[in-house]
């Protein structure tokens, strides 16, 4: 193996995906680990620090976008290319928001991940040719809407809120996150008293239409 390549991190749930992921840049780059769920991902990249991490937006547990967040926080170094099958020009910007470098998707072509990867380690940015760039810069520049939906609820409301909207008890939210379930159900409510939602319903709905989980 040779000395500084660059470490890669490759997180998608779907393993077909991250394993064609990792062949693809395994010539050229160190992929040092390939994790399934967003928990895992914060976990693994917080010990091994790769200087990239191709990532899925969504993801369970934890989705990419919060994931990505928080080892922003942890890391501010680490460079985010988001490869997903969603072309909607607000998840894009939204993704830009939260410190990715790149946006692409699974459709593109396999040398497009490669560019991007490249582009992304050069300090320079990448999206997807299919998603309009001139749209995705107005979001963007709207970031002061996107940022007052984004910071309705707190991050661990955001970990709880997914967690319930994937079908998990209060029990198992509770194995997940380390918390009692009478913390987590007090995030319930407050996360409820929030969004002004009454039902279990409401919460899944929320979580879809803000990329919490996907439908």
Do not use: W
């Amino acid at each position: 193996m040779e000395r500084n390549r660059p470490k890669i991190v490759i997180a998608d749930d779907h393993t077909l995906v991250a394993e064609a992921c990792k062949k693809l840049l395994e010539a050229e780059y160190d992929v040092v680990a390939t994790v399934g769920d967003g928990r895992a991902l914060v976990r693994i990249a917080s010990t091994l620090r790769p200087q990239l991490i191709v990532v899925d937006v969504a993801m369970p547990l934890l989705n990419g976008l919060d994931a990505g967040q928080q080892l922003k926080q942890l890391q501010p170094s680490v460079k985010l290319v988001y490869l997903t099958m969603n072309q909607d020009a607000d998840l894009a910007a939204e993704a830009f928001r939260r410190g990715a470098s790149a946006y692409l998707l699974k459709t593109c072509a396999a040398s497009e991940l490669t560019v991007a990867v490249r582009e992304v380690l050069k300090g320079r940015s990448y999206l997807s040719p299919s998603i309009a760039r001139d749209t995705v810069d107005f979001l963007l520049r709207q970031g002061k809407v996107l940022v007052e939906e984004g910071e309705r609820l707190t991050e661990r409301q955001r970990e709880v809120l997914q967690l319930l909207a994937e079908g998990k008890s209060m029990k198992e939210v509770a194995s997940v996150l380390n918390l009692t379930p009478r913390t987590v159900a007090f995030h319930k409510y407050r996360i409820m008293e929030v969004l002004g939602v009454k039902s279990n319903a409401a919460l899944v709905q929320y979580a879809v239409r803000n990329h919490v989980i996907t439908a």
